[in-house]
């Protein structure tokens, strides 16, 4: 008789496939030159394939040459959002690593997953099956970051003991310099040697900024410009024009002169203040801050300039350009930093010729040396200056405007008036006064006190008692006067606007105007007013207006 178990057969179940995710990362360049990020590629898509699971192109995540430190990183982001949207079923790594270098990031990501069913599975760490693999997973995470943080100690110390040893460990030469590296017997990079030599382009480069700075007094721009002529781009940018940044580097440099360069002199910092506010940063450390000069060490290189006193007069000329740029920054500009040209940069202050000042287009300074492309000219800060101020009186002394303003101080007035606040003053002291004046009555009263005593303090408790009630009603008659016309306000408002100074006017146009834009024959005026709830825009048109002379020294603007 056949056994019950004919029917079923020793075959494997096949079950069924599910819809997986990739992510990899690799955190240095030169992992991403030697493709170990297409390695763990490989291998994972081999996995899924084995497993009997569907990889789709949209959900393989990668994040080239990001670190495992931050937890904010586009390919990463781009995954999250994907098991947010229950776009797949199973997540595939090359390990628990690769999602983060920290423990904490790591359990943070993973519990994601867990919470949206979504099955974690790295190729080289226990999957989590039971709490004892949750356990040894967790401890694999903690060992992970343990891990990075030995590395990077390890290569601090080697990189150290190397340097103080006299061997040269810098990984890029300064400007002027190129380091040339001779392989080890070995053939091992441990044992190669590298040696500062001077690169003759670049350190001719460098004699004739001096040359130029130093001898010829020429500017730093006029430098740029003849660079530029010349096209003689720097080394590491990506612009094939110069900057003053790299050029006053060059300038300040002593190792030009006296011969040595610096390990272990800059330590790597989180910027305060970013320059470039991106929402992902490769790199969190990105800025960097002087050390301690007893911690730098010194190695001796070739000089590029001779010690004939030119550098130390090229530091005297930087510093007076200095003391120079700063009395250039009295010249009064009123809507500095509020005026936008038509093509959508900002206009800066611009000194011209005859002590007139002008609004031009910030592109001729960030395309110098090349040409600009807007071609609107310069318009007359005084003329702009005024008849931006002029718009801003008829605004700020308008009726409707003062009758909100007047409505709104009317209802705190018994609040936020100094009067008001004089008066809370006054009956605290006359409470004070008075239980002082208790205090006397009780001590002749028990025979503790003379009567002579007596009636000398009580006298002055009375006669103080006295004057802050007179106080008191003056203030109280001042506080329920009636308020202001409109028309009062409006000539007060004209006063205080008129006789304001200089210093007031910017502080108030920084607290009301978002900014002026310049187009060829009219003006933009941005106001956020305080009882508006939106920015209110101004326009009032400009022309020039001719002069019976040979120089128009400037442009007239008539607002209307």
Same mark, same amino acid.
């Given at each position: 008789?056949?056994?019950?178990?004919?029917?079923?057969?020793?075959?494997?179940?096949?079950?069924?496939?599910?819809?997986?995710?990739?992510?990899?990362?690799?955190?240095?360049?030169?992992?991403?030159?030697?493709?170990?990020?297409?390695?763990?590629?490989?291998?994972?898509?081999?996995?899924?394939?084995?497993?009997?699971?569907?990889?789709?192109?949209?959900?393989?995540?990668?994040?080239?040459?990001?670190?495992?430190? +931050?937890?904010?990183?586009?390919?990463?982001?781009?995954?999250?959002?994907?098991?947010?949207? &229950?776009?797949?079923?199973?997540?595939?790594?090359?390990?628990?690593?690769?999602?983060?270098?920290?423990?904490?990031?790591?359990?943070?990501?993973?519990?994601?997953?867990?919470?949206?069913?979504?099955?974690?599975?790295?190729?080289?760490?226990?999957?989590?099956?039971?709490?004892?693999?949750?356990?040894? #997973?967790?401890?694999?995470?903690?060992?992970?970051?343990?891990?990075?943080?030995?590395?990077?100690?390890?290569?601090?110390?080697?990189?150290?003991?190397?340097?103080?040893?006299?061997?040269?460990?810098? &990984?890029?030469?300064?400007? &002027?310099?190129? +380091?040339?590296?001779?392989?080890?017997?070995?053939?091992?990079?441990?044992?190669?040697?590298?040696?500062?030599?001077?690169?003759?382009?670049?350190?001719?480069?460098?004699?004739?900024?001096?040359?130029?700075?130093?001898?010829?007094?020429?500017?730093?721009?006029?430098?740029?410009?003849?660079?530029?002529?010349? =096209?003689?781009?720097?080394?590491?940018?990506?612009?094939?024009?110069?900057?003053?940044?790299?050029?006053?580097? +060059?300038?300040?440099?002593?190792?030009?002169?006296?011969?040595?360069?610096?390990?272990?002199?800059?330590?790597?910092?989180?910027?305060?203040?970013?320059?470039?506010?991106?929402?992902?940063?490769?790199?969190?450390?990105?800025?960097?801050?002087?050390?301690?000069?007893?911690?730098?060490?010194?190695?001796?290189?070739?000089? +590029?300039?001779?010690?004939?006193?030119?550098?130390?007069?090229?530091?005297?000329?930087?510093?007076?350009?200095?003391?120079? =740029?700063?009395?250039?920054?009295?010249?009064?500009?009123?809507?500095?930093?509020?005026?936008?040209?038509?093509?959508?940069?900002?206009?800066?202050?611009?000194?011209?010729?005859?002590?007139?000042?002008?609004?031009?287009?910030?592109?001729?300074?960030?395309?110098?040396?090349?040409?600009?492309?807007?071609?609107?000219? &310069?318009?007359?800060?005084?003329?702009?200056?005024?008849?931006?101020?002029?718009?801003?009186?008829?605004?700020?002394?308008?009726?409707?405007?003062?009758?909100?303003?007047?409505?709104?101080?009317?209802?705190?007035?018994? /609040?936020?008036?100094?009067?008001?606040?004089?008066?809370?003053?006054?009956?605290?002291?006359?409470?004070?006064?008075?239980?002082?004046?208790?205090?006397?009555? =009780?001590?002749?009263?028990?025979?503790?006190?003379?009567?002579?005593?007596?009636?000398?303090?009580?006298?002055?408790?009375?006669?103080?008692?006295?004057?802050?009630?007179?106080?008191?009603?003056?203030?109280?008659?001042?506080?329920?006067?009636?308020?202001?016309?409109?028309?009062?306000?409006?000539?007060?408002?004209?006063?205080?606007?008129?006789?304001?100074?200089?210093?007031?006017?910017?502080?108030?146009?920084?607290?009301?105007? /978002?900014?002026?834009?310049?187009?060829?024959?009219?003006?933009?005026?941005?106001?956020?007013?305080?009882? #508006?709830?939106?920015?209110?825009?101004?326009?009032?048109?400009?022309?020039?207006?001719?002069?019976?002379?040979?120089?128009?020294?400037?442009?007239?603007?008539?607002?209307?």
């Amino acid at each position: 008789m056949p056994s019950s178990n004919a029917n079923f057969t020793d075959a494997p179940i096949k079950l069924q496939s599910q819809i997986a995710a990739l992510y990899a990362r690799v955190s240095t360049a030169r992992q991403e030159d030697e493709e170990t990020i297409e390695v763990q590629i490989a291998d994972i898509k081999a996995r899924v394939t084995s497993d009997g699971n569907e990889l789709a192109k949209e959900n393989i995540f990668l994040d080239d040459g990001w670190t495992g430190t +931050i937890l904010k990183r586009p390919g990463l982001d781009d995954m999250r959002k994907a098991a947010l949207d &229950g776009k797949f079923q199973v997540l595939y790594t090359y390990d628990r690593g690769r999602i983060a270098r920290k423990y904490s990031y790591q359990e943070i990501v993973i519990e994601e997953l867990e919470d949206r069913s979504i099955r974690f599975l790295p190729l080289h760490d226990k999957e989590v099956v039971t709490d004892e693999d949750r356990l040894f #997973q967790g401890m694999q995470g903690l060992f992970s970051e343990w891990e990075r943080f030995k590395i990077a100690d390890r290569f601090r110390i080697a990189k150290l003991r190397r340097a103080e040893g006299g061997r040269l460990v810098n &990984g890029h030469a300064l400007y &002027g310099w190129k +380091i040339v590296r001779t392989p080890g017997a070995s053939g091992d990079k441990k044992d190669e040697t590298r040696e500062y030599v001077i690169d003759e382009e670049e350190s001719h480069i460098i004699r004739l900024i001096f040359h130029w700075f130093v001898d010829e007094r020429v500017s730093l721009r006029q430098i740029i410009e003849r660079l530029y002529a010349m =096209k003689i781009m720097p080394r590491k940018q990506k612009s094939d024009s110069w900057t003053t940044g790299p050029l006053e580097r +060059i300038l300040t440099c002593k190792s030009y002169v006296e011969g040595k360069v610096y390990f272990n002199k800059h330590e790597a910092i989180v910027p305060k203040n970013p320059i470039k506010n991106n929402e992902y940063r490769r790199v969190k450390k990105s800025s960097r801050r002087l050390r301690d000069e007893k911690d730098w060490i010194a190695y001796s290189v070739p000089p +590029i300039l001779e010690d004939d006193g030119t550098f130390e007069k090229a530091q005297l000329i930087l510093d007076e350009n200095k003391r120079r =740029k700063a009395k250039n920054r009295k010249r009064s500009y009123l809507l500095s930093g509020k005026v936008f040209c038509e093509c959508g940069h900002r206009r800066v202050g611009d000194p011209g010729g005859y002590n007139n000042r002008y609004y031009r287009c910030a592109q001729r300074i960030y395309n110098h040396p090349k040409p600009t492309e807007c071609m609107l000219s &310069g318009i007359n800060a005084e003329a702009l200056d005024a008849a931006v101020w002029a718009t801003l009186e008829k605004i700020m002394t308008d009726p409707t405007i003062l009758q909100s303003q007047a409505e709104v101080d009317i209802k705190t007035q018994a /609040k936020g008036t100094a009067a008001t606040r004089e008066v809370r003053e006054l009956q605290h002291l006359t409470k004070k006064v008075t239980a002082e004046h208790d205090r006397y009555t =009780k001590a002749y009263g028990a025979g503790d006190m003379p009567f002579e005593q007596f009636r000398k303090f009580s006298r002055d408790a009375k006669r103080r008692l006295k004057l802050y009630d007179k106080q008191m009603a003056a203030l109280q008659t001042e506080a329920t006067k009636p308020a202001e016309s409109v028309d009062e306000l409006c000539q007060v408002a004209a006063n205080v606007l008129r006789r304001m100074a200089e210093k007031d006017k910017m502080l108030l146009i920084s607290n009301i105007v /978002k900014k002026v834009v310049v187009e060829r024959e009219e003006v933009e005026l941005q106001v956020q007013i305080p009882l #508006q709830s939106r920015s209110l825009p101004v326009k009032f048109q400009y022309r020039a207006k001719s002069r019976n002379r040979w120089i128009a020294k400037c442009r007239k603007i008539d607002a209307f």
